[in-house]
């Protein structure tokens, strides 16, 4: 299926190297691989493949291919100066893409700077309005079968559920064994399963960290350091709550989302907030990569505990907030009382099974599938 992102990476190839992120496995290869069929002589490189490795560090690729994709390159020791200098003596004319799984930057020390030589783009798991376009699918039911597979190409494709089974339950083994070693002792990697199992049951829960230290018995800092890994390998992202005083919103208790709504063990409620969350911030990043937008994604809670699930914020200020519901129309008083605070920003109340949509003031009571069938990715 043709992802979203392939006609604006096209462009942005005829003018500079592009980075292209993302978790692991939501196809970020295989739209390498359709990109690169349209240009002349491209080469594909994966840094795990033995023979792809030895070409990247003897730099024998072809200089006639009109582009060169380099997959999994943040393995190698030293990428970015290496890349660096790749850039800056390359082919004219020649097209430079970078693949990778995980945002090791925030884990490894970055050598050379890349500042001014490339886009980036993240790549998310398949959206209600992908499906729709790839499939013909009515936004109903791409959004159900979302939430019945998960996002991931692998999975939402399959023919049957249990295959999606199957896949999940290999994915999240396979992400714990290897790509968390890289950042963890081997020791620990029975307490980081056993932290991901708790979080698939505490999604949209605001995260108390020193509650779930108490219960496997390690540290909140320790805790906090899991958190920071299964965030950067892309299983996880933290919402925070939206507050003016950015210093005073990061200590606050975070929600967490799976980038992978088959993942989450709990209600269809719970399924529901997950899938809206992962596409209101493929929503948020696709602004940041497309047009360079200071988009951020928050949660409400004030000091009576009272929440809204979602706040889209841009610069810092609210653009829009969504709270998620199964069937219930009823309007979250809190939800009128925010969306009189801020009248420049949209209020939506998006409700999974809605027999008729209909504007209730300031806030808009939505099918929450064509809702998202209309978001920008």
Same mark, same amino acid.
């Given at each position: 299926?043709?992802?979203?992102?392939?006609?604006?990476?096209?462009?942005?190839?005829?003018?500079?190297?592009?980075?292209?992120?993302?978790?692991?496995?939501?196809?970020?290869?295989?739209?390498?691989?359709?990109?690169?069929?349209?240009?002349?002589?491209?080469?594909?490189l994966?840094?795990?493949?033995a023979?792809?490795?030895?070409?990247?560090?003897?730099?024998?690729?072809?200089?006639?291919?009109?582009?060169?994709?380099?997959?999994?390159?943040?393995?190698?020791?030293?990428?970015?100066?290496?890349?660096?200098?790749?850039?800056?003596?390359?082919?004219?004319?020649?097209?430079?893409?970078?693949?990778?799984?995980?945002?090791?930057?925030?884990?490894?020390?970055?050598?050379?700077?890349?500042?001014?030589?490339?886009?980036?783009?993240?790549?998310?798991?398949?959206?209600?309005?992908?499906?729709?376009?790839?499939?013909?699918?009515?936004?109903?039911?791409?959004?159900?079968?979302?939430?019945?597979?998960?996002?991931?190409?692998?999975?939402l494709?399959?023919?049957?559920?249990?295959?999606?089974?199957?896949w999940?339950?290999?994915?999240?083994?396979?992400?714990?064994?290897?790509?968390?070693?890289?950042?963890?002792?081997i020791?620990?990697?029975?307490?980081?399963?056993?932290?991901?199992?708790?979080l698939?049951?505490?999604?949209g829960? #605001?995260?108390?960290? +020193?509650?779930? @230290? !108490?219960?496997?018995?390690?540290?909140?800092?320790? *805790?906090? $350091? %899991? =958190?920071?890994?299964?965030?950067?390998?892309?299983?996880?992202?933290?919402?925070?709550?939206?507050?003016?005083?950015?210093?005073?919103?990061?200590?606050?208790?975070?929600?967490?989302?799976?980038?992978?709504?088959?993942?989450?063990?709990?209600?269809?409620?719970?399924?529901?907030?997950?899938?809206?969350?992962?596409?209101?911030?493929?929503?948020?990043?696709?602004?940041?990569?497309?047009?360079?937008?200071?988009?951020?994604?928050?949660y409400?809670?004030?000091?009576?505990?009272?929440?809204?699930?979602?706040?889209?914020?841009?610069?810092?200020?609210?653009?829009?907030?969504?709270?998620?519901?199964?069937?219930?129309?009823?309007?979250? #008083?809190?939800?009128? +009382?925010?969306? @009189? !605070?801020f009248?420049?920003?949209?209020?939506?109340? *998006?409700? $999974? %099974? =809605?027999?008729?949509?209909?504007?209730?003031?300031?806030?808009?009571?939505?099918?929450?599938?064509?809702?998202?069938?209309?978001?920008a990715?």
């Open positions: 299926m043709e992802r979203t992102l392939t006609p604006f990476i096209q462009a942005d190839l005829q003018r500079k190297m592009v980075f292209l992120s993302g978790p692991r496995q939501t196809g970020k290869t295989t739209l390498a691989r359709s990109l690169a069929s349209a240009w002349p002589k491209a080469q594909v994966n840094w795990d493949v023979g792809d490795r030895r070409i990247i560090l003897e730099r024998s690729w072809l200089p006639a291919a009109g582009l060169v994709v380099f997959d999994e390159l943040h393995k190698m020791e030293g990428w970015r100066a290496w890349l660096k200098g790749v850039s800056d003596g390359r082919s004219e004319g020649q097209a430079l893409l970078v693949t990778g799984s995980a945002r090791l930057d925030a884990f490894r020390q970055s050598g050379e700077s890349l500042a001014g030589r490339y886009f980036s783009w993240r790549l998310h798991p398949v959206t209600v309005k992908e499906w729709v376009t790839a499939s013909g699918a009515t936004p109903e039911a791409a959004l159900a079968r979302i939430l019945e597979r998960g996002g991931f190409p692998e999975p494709l399959a023919e049957q559920a249990t295959d999606a089974e199957r999940r339950q290999l994915y999240l083994d396979g992400v714990i064994r290897d790509d968390i070693l890289e950042f963890s002792r020791g620990e990697i029975r307490a980081m399963r056993v932290f991901v199992d708790m698939r049951n505490r999604v829960s #605001p995260l108390s960290l +020193a509650s779930l @230290a !108490r219960d496997l018995q390690l540290s909140p800092t320790t *805790l906090a $350091r %899991y =958190l920071e890994i299964l965030e950067a390998l892309h299983i996880v992202f933290a919402v925070r709550p939206f507050h003016r005083n950015i210093a005073r919103a990061l200590l606050k208790e975070p929600k967490v989302y799976f980038f992978d709504t088959g993942l989450v063990q709990g209600d269809e409620g719970a399924r529901f907030e997950n899938a809206c969350a992962t596409m209101i911030l493929r929503h948020a990043h696709f602004l940041q990569d497309s047009a360079g937008r200071a988009m951020s994604l928050h409400v809670r004030d000091k009576e505990g009272r929440e809204i699930d979602f706040a889209l914020c841009e610069g810092g200020e609210p653009v829009g907030f969504a709270e998620c519901k199964l069937s219930d129309t009823a309007l979250p #008083p809190y939800l009128v +009382a925010i969306a @009189a !605070r009248p420049a920003a949209g209020a939506a109340l *998006l409700v $999974r %099974y =809605l027999r008729q949509p209909e504007q209730r003031g300031r806030v808009a009571v939505e099918r929450g599938a064509e809702w998202l069938a209309r978001l990715a």
